[in-house]
């Protein structure tokens, strides 16, 4: 079992540019979410999937944030443009309910910084 | 907002049993206590998890009190790989769908 791909692992880019994050949760899982890492908010969560649909983005920052998932093998993190303040570590988790309780498994993260 | 308090750090000798308290005094009927740990530069990995009763798994042990208002994670032979921040986390699986709401988390040290 290959668990929670992330791809980049790094990432630099500079202020005002597009930076793409994608995952790819582990086979049979029908629930992803992208969480953001940074020292000073601690982990928190932006949006999550279930069945490909997105339940609830409350927790993305802004419009400059968006997220998509095509089909249940593959999502998108999208930031346009892109500012200092954004950098962070992104983890995507994904889980299969498992009765009333389940199991979230998180990939190793994509380490953003924005210069 | 996380509904958990926890100490910020704790150390544990090497082979020592490492308690872990959580304190959830708000937690309501039909919310769980979630356990997850993160080793530095790794994302967050499943630890444990329980309702009202003990449970136990090949990683810890969590013991909830009787009136599910606090718990504590136990591993009982800690080794130096068990470093990491462990988060105790009170989850509503029906009103909060699959959300995990993290707070800041125990920073354990095992020391040899």
């Known amino acids: 079992d290959a668990g929670v791909i992330q791809s980049p692992r790094h990432e630099v880019t500079e202020m005002g540019q597009e930076v793409t994050l994608r995952c790819k949760p582990i086979?049979?899982?029908?629930?992803l979410f992208w969480y953001r890492q940074t020292m000073m908010r601690g982990l928190e969560l932006l949006i999550y999937f279930n069945n490909n649909v997105p339940i609830d983005d409350s927790g993305m920052p802004e419009d400059r944030f968006s997220a998509k998932m095509p089909n249940a093998s593959f999502s998108t993190l999208k930031i346009q443009p892109s500012e200092p303040r954004d950098s962070a570590v992104y983890f995507c988790?994904?889980?299969?309910?498992?009765?009333?309780?389940?199991?979230?498994?998180f990939g190793p993260g994509t380490r953003l910084t924005v210069l | 907002d996380a509904k958990t308090t926890q100490p910020t750090s704790m150390d544990c000798a090497e082979g020592r049993a490492a308690n872990l308290p959580c304190n959830h005094s708000?937690?309501?009927?039909?919310?769980?206590v979630y356990w997850y740990r993160q080793i530095h530069s790794q994302g967050p990995q499943y630890i444990i998890h329980g309702l009202k009763n003990n449970e136990t798994n090949e990683m810890a042990s969590l013991i909830i009190t009787e009136d599910r208002k606090s718990s504590t994670l136990i591993l009982p032979h800690a080794t130096l790989r068990d470093t990491a921040v462990y988060y105790c986390i009170v989850r509503d699986l029906y009103n909060q769908g699959g959300k995990l709401i993290f707070g800041q988390g125990t920073e354990l040290s095992v020391k040899p």
């Open positions: 988790a994904s889980s299969f309910p498992a009765g009333r309780t389940d199991t979230q498994y």
């Open positions: 086979s049979g899982h029908n629930s």
């Open positions: 708000t937690i309501s009927g039909n919310e769980y």
